[in-house]
Every structure is written in structure tokens, then in C-alpha cells.
């Protein structure tokens, strides 16, 4: 018993170690929670001598975490939201009201549906109502009025300066490594449906007035397979049916990123968008709870 009270498991230590996962390693972990590399070590190196194991493998080639670090992540997810969930409990004021919320389905099992569920126990008279469609659809929604807030994704030049910036990521032009990219005529494109941005922007950069494709340095684009989900484009490219555009967390080992003969895709982001209408003080608490989620884990993760 002596031995496991001078055993201390301290919070901003476990938040460097979710942040380190996160971010996929030390370096990142330190941008995005503005520390310096050193001082995140530190803390893990602290962490680590307190519990007599190590955390992290400092093996080239070996996994991120050991089987211990693996062990205390799972704890280290519920302690940190318990231990935000206490102090947002007793700072709370009571709200009421509804709130009429978009999200796009890869926002759906993130870090938002966690920020939504304790929302949702601090402030039960708060009628909380989601919609999930793809971000064009969402945009459109919140011109309309239909929204009072949307989680969209979007290109990082359409950030608007009230946006609240959730993640942002790269954009990839892809295929199966070994389908060739023809020199002239038509090249297989893979595509979401008509309501996806991505498509937009593929099939109009450089469009010569037709609808059915793009051109690019006298390529054209023409698409030989729409479907809604990221799932479907990832097997559609790893059959080799195509190229396609996908942001990074859907990249996989058998995906060959094209860096030649198509133009540079812009970056992405994701926000949290509000309607330009009055103030609703529901909206304003929840958008000032993932404002301070995004500072204490130095951005959100999305679905992969």
C-alpha cells in the first residue's frame, strides 16, 4: 500500500501522453500543445519513473507505445474526461433553450460526439438536435437558417476569421500503385457524390465548359465510380479502378500519392461554423467548451 501511494498518475502528464497518440509522436504532440520537445519528454520521463515502466518504446522501427503505455492510455481517456467533466460541473451555468446542430458523418465517433455527450449531462434542459449530411449540404443549411451550428470541413482559403478551427489536413491525389496514368485521353476518376467539394473542385479546375470532366495540362478528368463514403473510394482505389482525391487519415499502404501530373490539391480544414444570426447562449457555452478542448489537447481527432 506505501508503495502505491507515493504512485502519483498527474493530469497534464496524461495529456501529453493522449497528445503524443493523437499526434502520432513527440515532436507533434509538443507543436500542437505549444511546449517545447524537452518539455514534453520530461513530463513522460517523470511519468514513467513514478510508475517504475516505460511508456513510450525508444526502439527504431518498434510501435509508439509499450504494452504499458498502451494499458494507461485507455485509462488515461477516462480519467481526462472525468477530470474535465468535475471542473466544467462546477464552473457550469444553467442553460436552456434547443440547439440545432450539422455534423458530417466522420465528425460523428470523434473527439466532438465526446465534447456533445458531456455537454449534453452538464446541461440536460438543453435540447440538442444533429443533423449529419456532407459539408456542402451543412453549408447550405446554415445560409438557410436551418443550423445554428455545423462542423464542416472545407478548404483552408474558405476559413473565415469566426470560424473556430478544429484540424487541418492535407488533400491527396491517389491510386493503385500499379494502374498507369494514361499521357493522353481520359483518366479514371474515382469520385463522391455530386454534394462532395473535393468533386466540385476536381471536375472544374481548368473545366473547358463541360460537365462530365476537367482538364489539366490536356489530361481529362472522367469519373468511372461515385460513392458517398470514404470507404467505397478506398476500395475503389486499391482495386486500381482509378485516381482519386483523399485527405490523409484515409491514406492506406497500398495507395500511391500522385505527385506529378495533376494539380496541388488545396488543404483542408475542419471548423466549427455558426449561423449569422443572434447570439443563443447554449451555442455560445458549447463553442467556448471546444475552444478549450482544442487549447488543452492542441486540436481535436477525427474519425480515420
Known amino acids: 500500500m506505501r508503495e502505491l501511494n507515493n504512485r502519483r498518475l498527474e493530469i497534464d ?40 515502466c516505460d511508456l513510450l518504446s525508444r526502439r527504431p ?19 481526462l474526461g472525468l477530470h474535465d467533466e468535475a471542473l466544467l460541473s462546477l464552473s457550469k451555468t444553467a442553460l436552456t433553450g434547443r440547439l440545432m446542430l450539422g455534423l458530417t458523418e466522420d465528425t460523428t465517433c470523434s473527439d466532438l460526439a465526446r465534447i456533445l455527450g458531456r455537454f449534453r449531462r452538464l446541461h440536460p434542459a438543453v435540447s440538442v438536435r444533429t443533423r449529419v449530411r456532407m459539408s456542402t449540404v451543412l453549408r447550405a443549411m446554415l445560409e ?34 500499379d494502374l498507369p496514368l494514361p499521357q493522353e485521353g ?74 506529378e501530373g495533376l494539380p496541388q490539391p488545396p488543404g483542408l480544414a475542419y471548423v466549427v461554423r455558426r449561423a449569422r444570426k443572434a447570439r443563443n447562449p447554449a451555442l455560445d457555452t458549447l463553442v467556448a467548451e471546444i475552444r478549450s478542448e482544442i ?5 481535436l ?3 480515420s
Not at 152 to 159: K, N, S
Open 301 to 303: 481527432v477525427l474519425a
Open 13 to 52: 502528464a496524461l495529456r501529453v501522453l493522449s497528445a503524443i497518440r493523437n499526434h502520432g509522436g513527440v515532436t507533434r504532440a509538443a507543436e500542437a500543445l505549444g511546449l517545447s520537445q524537452s518539455a514534453v519528454s520530461h513530463k513522460i520521463r517523470r511519468l514513467e519513473t513514478s510508475l517504475g
Open 186 to 259: 481520359a483518366v479514371p476518376f474515382l469520385s463522391f457524390d455530386e454534394s462532395c467539394f473535393y468533386r466540385q473542385w476536381a471536375l472544374t479546375f481548368g473545366q473547358n465548359g463541360s460537365g462530365e470532366g476537367g482538364r489539366h495540362g490536356g489530361m481529362v478528368l472522367e469519373t468511372v465510380f461515385e460513392c458517398s463514403s470514404a470507404a467505397g473510394i478506398v476500395s475503389a482505389v486499391t482495386a486500381g479502378l482509378g485516381v482519386a482525391l483523399l485527405n490523409e487519415r484515409h491514406l492506406r499502404p497500398d495507395m500511391q500519392v500522385i505527385a
Open 61 to 79: 522501427g518498434a510501435p509508439l507505445f509499450t504494452a504499458e503505455g498502451e494499458d494507461l492510455l485507455g485509462y488515461a481517456s477516462r480519467i
Open 295 to 299: 487549447s488543452r489537447h492542441g486540436g
Open 144 to 177: 438557410q437558417g436551418e443550423l445554428d451550428a455545423a462542423i464542416v470541413q472545407l478548404f483552408i482559403h474558405e476559413v473565415r476569421p469566426a470560424d473556430v478551427v478544429l484540424f487541418r489536413e492535407s488533400l491527396f491525389w491517389v491510386k493503385h500503385p
